[in-house]
């Protein structure tokens, strides 16, 4: 059973940072794509970043591109997400995803990577807030 555990969620000032994490367990794929999502109130489901175990290959969408940064600690099935420069935009709760294939080429664009981990696990969510 594959279980996605976020956590690092909290209250922040404009210009703050926080560091999310995404404890997986359950997945015996030694390669696989793994991201983040989240959901502003009233707004649809947005993929900001996602990244193959495989290869460390990165998509980020311009909304996040230059502020956050996925990486990965392997030994510990886990995943992270470091936002900096937060703005009250970010505001959301934050979901980790993980899908049991490989991140599609680059060459398809960010949308169907997102579109792959939308199908798959996610967790329970982690809230991030940011004020003004």
């Known amino acids: 059973q594959v279980q996605l555990v976020e956590s690092g969620g909290g209250s922040v000032q404009a210009g703050g940072s926080l560091r999310l994490s995404c404890a997986a367990s359950g997945i015996t794929y030694s390669s696989y794509c793994m991201g983040w999502f989240r959901q502003a109130p009233g707004k649809e489901h947005e993929g900001i970043v996602a990244?193959?175990?495989?290869?460390?290959?990165?998509y980020y969408a311009d909304s996040v591109k230059g502020r956050f940064t996925i990486s990965r600690d392997n030994a510990k099935n886990t995943l992270y997400l470091q936002m900096n420069s937060l703005k009250p935009e970010d505001t959301a709760m934050y979901y980790c995803?993980?899908?049991?294939?490989?991140?599609?080429?680059?060459?398809?664009?960010?949308?169907?990577?997102?579109?792959?981990?939308?199908?798959?696990?996610w967790g329970q969510g982690t809230q991030v807030t940011v004020s003004s």
């Open positions: 990244a193959d175990t495989g290869d460390g290959r990165s």
């Open positions: 995803a993980a899908a049991l294939t490989r991140c599609p080429s680059p060459t398809f664009g960010n949308n169907a990577t997102f579109r792959i981990l939308k199908l798959g696990y």
